[in-house]
T-cell receptor
Framework: LAKITQPISMDSYEGQEVNITCSHN???????ITWYQQFPSQGPRFIIQ???TKVTNEVASLFIPADRKSSTLSLPRVSLSDTAVYYC????????????FGTGTSLTVIP | EAGVAQSPRYKIIEKRQSVAFWCNPI?????LYWYQQILGQGPKLLIQ????????DSQLPKDRFSAERLKGVDSTLKIQPAKLEDSAVYLC???FGQGILNYGYTFGSGTRLTVV
């Protein structure tokens, strides 16, 4: 079971790029890294998933170095609506039940 | 497409009472999950169903919690009797297959339970 470490909280000004790093030193060969976003009073929402190198979609990028012991979620030009808790999950997507949520990173975007 | 539906949205009960939560997953999603999220913490998996069979219930407190998924569609999570520490948001999620490659889970908005 991968032990996951993320910063508890971060602040950023509107329009800036935000990078949230997740440490997962004992990631297993079959594990993927998945990031979720959660707003108050809502369930978590899938943002992005990756295995290695770089993955980009319409909302974020995910950078994973060669050793895969950490990963970085990058949110370009954040807005106030990006204020939320961001969770890094590590696990084997082919089993589904191996993904565990940590305490997440609370991002506050400041005007 | 319709999302994951959960009801009720809020529930307040006294300790030692019983309570039940209902979940209707996205149509066609074979896998259904129940999570418990205590305030300030990340969601914790309680139980995972594949169709109407249990895949993982290792973190379900079976002395007081039970869950079922009849006919492989809707699911009910029950707590009997409730304790103060059961106060939390109970989230239901579903996925197309047993794995969550590429798209992850789709979560409902949850049921906020307060035990007094």
């Amino acid at each position: 079971l991968a032990k996951i470490t993320q910063p508890i909280s971060m602040d950023s000004y509107e329009g800036q790029e935000v990078n949230i790093t997740c440490s997962h030193n004992n990631i297993a060969t079959n594990d993927y890294i998945t990031w979720y976003q959660q707003f108050p009073s809502q369930g978590p929402r899938f943002i992005i998933q990756g295995y290695k190198t770089k993955v980009t979609n319409e909302v974020a990028s995910l950078f994973i170095p060669a050793d895969r012991k950490s990963s970085t979620l990058s949110l370009p030009r954040v807005s106030l609506s990006d204020t939320a808790v961001y969770y890094c999950l590590v696990g084997d997507p082919n089993t589904g039940n191996q993904f565990y949520f940590g305490t997440g990173t609370s991002l506050t975007v400041i005007p | 497409e319709a999302g994951v539906a959960q009801s009720p949205r809020y529930k307040i009960i006294e300790k030692r009472q019983s309570v039940a939560f209902w979940c209707n997953p996205i149509s066609g999603h074979a896998t259904l999950y129940w999570y418990q999220q205590i305030l300030g913490q990340g969601p914790k998996l309680l139980i995972q169903f594949q169709n109407n069979g249990v895949v993982d219930d290792s973190q379900l407190p079976k002395d007081r919690f039970s869950a079922e998924r009849l006919k492989g569609v809707d699911s009910t999570l029950k707590i009997q009797p409730a304790k103060l520490e059961d106060s939390a948001v109970y989230l239901c999620a579903s996925s197309f297959g047993q794995g969550i490659l590429n798209y992850g889970y789709t979560f409902g908005s949850g049921t906020r339970l307060t035990v007094v």
